[in-house]
């Protein structure tokens, strides 16, 4: 099996490599096994957790269900609002700031 890393993580598991005296395969095969045990582990305690009636599951349809306005949100953006009202022209510099500001609204 081939893995790509980052040039960074190479970098780092071959001075590892280095400094423990171990291969390269032989730590990336430890970590993956550590890991992956980790995960397992993990997962052995969540369903622990449901079959022992601490955690209640949630069905799907109800977990996505309190999203589904939100993704129609995002999915869908608000339509633009077209100004089809022409705006008043400044004549001049004299005009106050307040009544711009009033125009600009």
Same mark, same amino acid.
């Given at each position: =099996? /081939?893995?790509?890393? #980052?040039?960074?993580?190479?970098?780092? *598991?071959? !001075?590892?490599?280095?400094?423990? %005296?171990?291969?390269? @395969?032989? *730590?990336?095969? @430890?970590? =993956?096994? +550590?890991? *992956? /045990?980790?995960?397992? %582990? =993990?997962? @052995?305690? $969540?369903?622990?957790?449901? #079959?022992? +009636?601490?955690?209640?599951?949630?069905?799907?349809?109800?977990?996505? +269900?309190?999203?589904?306005?939100?993704? $129609?949100?995002? &999915? $869908?953006? /608000?339509?633009?609002?077209?100004?089809?009202? &022409?705006?008043? #022209?400044?004549?001049?510099?004299? #005009?106050?700031? !307040?009544?711009?500001?009033?125009?600009?609204?």
């Amino acid at each position: =099996m /081939a893995v790509h890393l #980052k040039p960074e993580t190479e970098s780092r *598991l071959n !001075e590892l490599a280095i400094q423990s %005296g171990r291969p390269t @395969d032989e *730590l990336v095969e @430890d970590a =993956m096994a +550590g890991y *992956l /045990a980790e995960v397992r %582990g =993990m997962l @052995d305690g $969540r369903y622990e957790d449901i #079959k022992s +009636g601490r955690v209640k599951p949630i069905e799907s349809e109800a977990f996505f +269900g309190e999203f589904a306005p939100t993704r $129609r949100a995002i &999915a $869908r953006p /608000a339509p633009r609002r077209i100004h089809t009202a &022409a705006r008043p #022209k400044f004549r001049s510099n004299r #005009k106050s700031d !307040e009544t711009r500001r009033s125009w600009i609204k």
